[in-house]
């Protein structure tokens, strides 16, 4: 029963990480019809940016995360002002470009910091065990786990409550329509970019106590991501919520089971067959464009 609980609840902060990292992505690609794949990169940068805000200004992991977030997002908006928005309705040119980004990001980041292992240390006050119905449990992975759900909620009322995600439901069905009636399309993916490249920032500090930060730690979750969200549907945050869950427990039992390589062969050759079966994912939205 201990190893249930435990792999369950590792599961859960596995699904936390790549629910956080897989919002990003979604609203991204599924709005503005962009495959970034540069997005684990903002991944990498979330977690340097914590180890050098804790380094060498003092400042802790929970004291950094809105400044992380706010860092991160501003270097997804330079990069979707000065390159993204000349490649709209050329997919093939964005993929080519935004993997030139990650490299250069990787690059960039192996100039500045070095390319040994760095290391974020947990916050006093989560390192403790918490019991629960009888059983210990790290706080750490509690605390991931309500962050994100935290962040879900704010996703959801930000494209479904807002004026802003109005606009930006109105642009993904009919971006002429939208600009007819006065919805400012360039200003509206700029702050969706951002805000997606800020999710994975986030995501990257909160697993870099948990994992070494490198240069290249961003190309598996990336990778993971995108399996989340083909297989949720693409603009369905409740499929992305589910692939994410599905995705995370099965990675950590079936790690527990053999080991991480096979886990991660056995989740893709589930998602192929899936796809397959389901070419529109689990939990696809059908949206009118023109």
Known sequence: MIDIVSQISVGLSIASILLLIALGLAI?????????????????????????????????????????FILIGLVGWVVERSLIRHLYNRPLDTILATWGVGVILQQGVRLAAGAELRYVKMPDILTNPVTFLGYDESAYRIFIFVVAVALLLVTYILVFRTEFGLQLRAITQNRDIARCFGVNAGRIYSLTFAYGAGLAGLAGALVSP?????????????????????????????????????????????????????????????????????????????????
């Open 28 to 68: 991204i690609y599924g709005t503005m019809g962009v495959i970034n794949l540069a997005h684990g990169e903002f991944v990498m940068l979330g977690a340097y940016a914590v180890w050098f805000l804790q380094t060498y200004l003092g400042i802790g992991l929970l004291a950094g995360l809105i400044l992380v």
């Open 210 to 290: 948990l994992k070494s930060v490198s240069p290249d730690m961003g190309t598996n979750y990336v990778v993971d991501a995108f399996l989340v969200v083909v297989a949720g549907g693409v603009q369905s945050l409740l499929g992305t919520v589910a692939s994410s869950y599905l995705i995370g427990q099965a990675s950590g039992v079936l790690a527990f089971l053999s080991d991480d390589t096979m886990a991660k062969a056995i989740v893709f050759l589930s998602v192929v067959v899936l796809i397959r079966l389901f070419p529109q994912g689990l939990f696809a939205m059908r949206v009118r464009r023109s």
